[in-house]
């Protein structure tokens, strides 16, 4: 859902970045620190997510034509953002 909103430019570094964190965390696993393998595994995913959903509000309110995250109320009398056209 979020690449319908969203430029997947940005998305995709984002995974390649997680890609590598974990193969860091195979290199940290084979000398023996599995534990803080796993704390960064589970870290990178969850910083991934975070940042996919923040981009996904920031363009929704964009999109919207809001800048305030207060302006909620307004924000929510409005129709769904338009998918970004592929191109």
């Known amino acids: 859902m979020a690449t319908a909103y969203i430029k997947g ?3 995709r570094l984002y995974f390649g970045i997680t890609l590598l964190l974990a193969g860091a965390a195979v290199l940290l696993k084979q000398m023996l620190l599995p534990t803080l393998a796993g704390y960064l595994m589970l870290s990178s995913a969850a910083v991934l997510s975070g ?3 923040y981009m996904l509000i920031k363009s929704a309110y964009a999109q919207a034509g809001l800048t305030n995250p ?3 109320k307004e924000f929510s009398k409005q ?3 338009q998918r970004i056209e592929k191109g």
């Open 9 to 11: 430019m940005k998305i």
């Open 51 to 53: 940042i996919i959903i």
């Open 70 to 72: 207060s302006d909620h």
């Open 79 to 81: 129709k769904l953002p």
